[in-house]
């Protein structure tokens, strides 16, 4: 089991940064892939970036490559994700998962419940 919970979100102004944090418990952390996955209203969550086990691996969705950058921490057991020049069409609600390396969201059984990033035009 591995329990996951997100923070960070809030609205921002389009052009500006917010980091995500998700805090991870449960099974050992340091063996679990971690991804960012987003749902906006009305629309299919869809897959944001991944980050292997030790960082060796690192995958972005095509929308967000360049502006948004993946990290964790397997001392703090944290997973983050900086995003850099919003824009309005990334306005969704962002989660956190574990433990797949598939863009697939129905690949993953451990979800955390979400924080709201509001980007404003």
């Known amino acids: 089991q591995v329990q996951l919970v997100e923070s960070g979100g809030g609205l921002v102004q389009a052009g500006g940064s917010l980091r995500l944090s998700c805090a991870a418990s449960?099974?050992?952390?340091?063996?679990?892939?971690m991804a960012w996955f987003r749902q906006a209203p009305g629309k299919d969550r869809e897959f944001v970036a991944l980050?292997?086990?030790?960082?060796?691996?690192?995958d972005y969705a095509d929308s967000v490559k360049g502006r948004f950058t993946i990290s964790r921490d397997n001392v703090k057991n944290m997973v983050y994700l900086q995003m850099n020049n919003l824009k309005p069409e990334d306005t969704a609600i962002y989660y956190c998962?574990?433990?797949?390396?598939?863009?697939?969201?129905?690949?993953?059984?451990?979800w955390g419940q979400g924080t709201q990033v509001t980007v404003s035009s």
């Open positions: 998962a574990a433990d797949k390396k598939t863009r697939a969201p129905y690949d993953y059984n451990y």
């Open positions: 449960g099974r050992t952390f340091s063996s679990s892939i």
């Open positions: 980050i292997t086990r030790n960082s060796g691996s690192i």
